[in-house]
């Protein structure tokens, strides 16, 4: 969880914050892919996803009332901004549908091996 502003004062909008390594990297990969625009795709063409969107978002703006932003910080309508900070929400927050079946593309979730908490 990310403090809605940093110690300049400058907003950071994202509450929740992927910081796994691994996790990062399959998001990326995700995004590079085209994920952003088949995700935003998927919420505008499938009213069950976009319900979840708008309540995801809504939940964000009581979570984060200093910011005016839905998830990632986005204010525009129509369009995802970050996966990260969609996966990073429904990983923290159960029940974000969206989010969820994002998650489900990252096969694995985590890595099996080599993990950056293990000593």
């Not at 691994?22 to 998927?42: C, F, K, M, N, Y």
């Not at 996966?87 to 099996?112: D, H, K």
Request: aromatic content about 6%.
């Amino acid at each position: 969880m990310q403090a809605p502003f940093d110690d300049r004062g400058k907003p950071f909008p994202t509450t929740y914050y992927v910081t796994c390594p691994h996790l990062v990297t399959a998001i990326s990969r995700v995004e590079a892919d085209g994920g952003v625009e088949r995700w935003t795709r998927a919420a505008k063409e499938n009213s069950e996803l976009k319900a979840s969107l708008e309540r995801a978002n809504e939940e964000q703006r009581r979570l984060r009332p200093e910011l005016p932003g839905g998830i990632g910080g986005t204010t525009r309508s129509g369009s995802l901004k970050c996966l990260h900070a969609h996966i990073a929400f429904a990983l923290a927050r159960p029940g974000y549908e969206l989010g969820e079946r994002m998650l489900s593309e990252l096969v694995p979730l985590w890595p099996t091996a080599g993990c950056c908490m293990q000593k």
